[in-house]
């Protein structure tokens, strides 16, 4: 065996003994050890145990430790504190830029145990105030993380929609007068993207193929017929593949939909050959335009024969934005920073503030005292913003039982509740299922927050039985959120059809930390198109006197109860 698997060993093994607070001389004897095991100048392995304790720097103790690992492929020790670490936190020794010191403070005082947790706490801003942490810590160990999710190829729709966009801008000014589209995932608006694929019709391949290879667009190109392939900046695969003019909308529907989609809309068509839309594919077929987004499956292709499909929920129609953070907990700017931005720059009818419940000691969460602290400045702001209006909320916690976070007394005084489970997600689908069925019945609860917890490519959600979640929500007149966070969009676009046929109003909620966090309300759209949400069905799509009268009729039976 050479020396650096050795040496990365007996570093770990002095990283998890300083996370777990052992001796600090054993510590530092173990990790020299490390740094004089990989500078050695011959394979230690080599050597007997007798030779390795003479070896400067090595010592009886970790030369016993090094041929233990000789031996037997591991050291007792070792293994015995990896059993006491959650992978995640292991898993955050890799990252470049914290240190076991900093990993207690995000283990210890911030409660997050997965690297997923982490990017979504740096991208709350939880980092800043942590001792030892500070803005620049905290973009960096973001940027080491985005790095590490691009390996496996994979991309949030997020994180590539801004570079997507300037490459289909740069081709379309090498190919003046060519017809372009996005294809395949990017077009449906997919939430996790594998690879971006672009649509060009000329009749001018030749030209077409010199001017796009000699232009420095991507990296890693080859060419093979009419496509050209490679990877973008940050490593998403990238195709783009030529087709003659005549024939680029006939191309673009086959491109875009799924397989099972596509083929579904093929057996009603006698033939597909040049279109001039897409627009008169689908009239062919039999069926009223479906829209990109909607293009997984064939679960609206009925609603498309009948012409029944819904409009589509738009940006514009959102009247206010629901479930947000403030200075109060969490949050970067302060609560009047944030209502100006919403009505002065969004032109927004009104501001959901929604700061983190007391059991969120991790995100500083309101003890009763700044509940009512917090409520007199609404009330002071109120006064003051003329037509533009501050509801109050709060996220309140499900504990354990089910129960939300505060005395009824409490939850009394808040216009509307946000209740989101954030601790104990291991729980089994039995267990989860009812938590959270039991805070959908309490009568003060108006929105069920980010229903799984997911976190995209990091944390896969706690299991939940949706169908009776859902059907609870019918039942106690609960809203549903669709958090628009790009790192949750939950809940998945997937569900909204049984919450819409059950009658369950959805809430595109952008749970902004900060001013520019409503801006994530665009990608809380495209996740409740694509589940077929319509504006009649979103909750902050209301006015501003309708979705008053909404959280006033809930409140008054809920004191009624």
């Not at 009394?412 to 089994?428: E, G, T, Y």
Request: glycine share 8%; hydrophobic share 40%; proline share 2%.
């Amino acid at each position: 065996m050479e020396n650096k698997p050795i040496a990365r060993t007996l570093r770990l093994l002095s990283q998890l003994m300083e996370l777990h607070d052992e001796n600090p001389f054993k510590i530092k004897s173990v990790a020299n050890a490390a740094l004089k095991v990989d500078k050695l100048p011959f394979p230690i392995a080599t050597k007997s145990l007798a030779e390795m304790e003479k070896i400067d720097g090595i010592g009886k103790s970790t030369a016993s430790k090094i041929h233990e690992f000789l031996e037997t492929g591991q050291i007792t020790e070792l293994q015995n504190l990896l059993e006491q670490t959650p992978e995640g936190i292991v898993e955050m020794l890799g990252i470049k830029g914290i240190g076991p010191k900093k990993i207690i403070t995000i283990w210890k005082e911030l409660g997050i145990e997965t690297v997923g947790e982490l990017y979504y706490a740096c991208n709350e801003n939880r980092l800043i105030e942590a001792k030892g942490f500070g803005l620049k810590t905290q973009e960096d160990i973001a940027r080491v993380i985005e790095f590490k999710m691009a390996s496996n190829g994979k991309f949030l729709y997020a994180r590539v929609e801004s570079e997507a966009k300037d490459l289909l801008r740069k081709v379309g000014e090498l190919l003046p007068g060519a017809l372009l589209s996005f294809t395949g995932e990017f077009r449906r608006c997919c939430e996790i993207i594998g690879n971006l694929s672009i649509l060009v019709g000329t009749s001018e391949f030749e030209k077409a193929i010199e001017a796009l290879s000699g232009a420095s667009l991507l990296n890693e190109v080859s060419i093979s017929e009419w496509c050209i392939s490679g990877k973008s900046a940050n490593g998403l695969s990238v195709m783009i593949n030529l087709v003659n003019s005549s024939s680029f909308y006939k191309e673009l529907f086959l491109q875009t939909g799924t397989v099972a989609f596509t083929n579904t809309v093929l057996l009603r068509l006698p033939s597909i050959g040049e279109m001039v839309n897409e627009e008169a594919i689908f009239d062919q077929a039999g069926l009223e335009f479906i829209a990109a987004e909607l293009r997984e499956d064939d679960t609206f292709i009925e609603k498309a024969a009948n012409y029944t499909l819904p409009r589509l929920i738009t940006y514009t129609d959102l009247q206010g934005t629901l479930h947000n953070h403030s200075t109060w907990s969490d949050g970067v700017n302060t609560l009047e920073e944030m209502a100006l931005y919403c009505r002065d720059v969004l032109k927004l009818q009104y501001l959901g503030m929604c700061d983190h419940s007391r059991s969120a000691f991790y995100a500083s969460g309101l003890s009763i005292e700044k509940v009512l602290q917090q409520q007199e400045e609404i009330d002071s702001l109120n006064r003051k913003l003329g037509n533009f209006y501050i509801f109050k909320g709060i996220e309140s916690d499900i504990l354990n039982d089910g129960s939300l976070d505060y005395p009824v007394e409490i939850l009394q005084r808040f216009d509307f509740i946000v209740a989101s489970v954030h601790s104990n997600l291991k729980m089994d689908q039995e267990k989860a299922t009812a938590r959270v069925i039991k805070a959908v019945e309490n009568p003060y609860t108006t929105i069920l927050g980010h229903p799984t917890g997911r976190l995209l490519l990091s944390r896969k959600g706690y299991e939940l039985d949706f169908k009776k979640v859902i059907d609870a929500c019918a039942a106690n007149g609960v809203v549903i959120e669709v958090n628009a966070n790009p790192l949750r969009l939950d809940l998945d676009w997937r569900w909204h059809q049984y919450a819409l046929e059950k009658g369950v109003m959805l809430s595109i909620n952008p749970d902004a930390h900060r001013t520019e966090g409503f801006l994530d309300m665009h990608y809380g759209i495209l996740a409740a198109r694509k589940g077929g949400l319509y504006k009649e069905m979103c909750l902050n799509a209301l006015t501003l006197g309708e979705i008053r009268k909404v959280f006033e009729s809930k409140k008054n039976k809920a004191i009624n109860c």
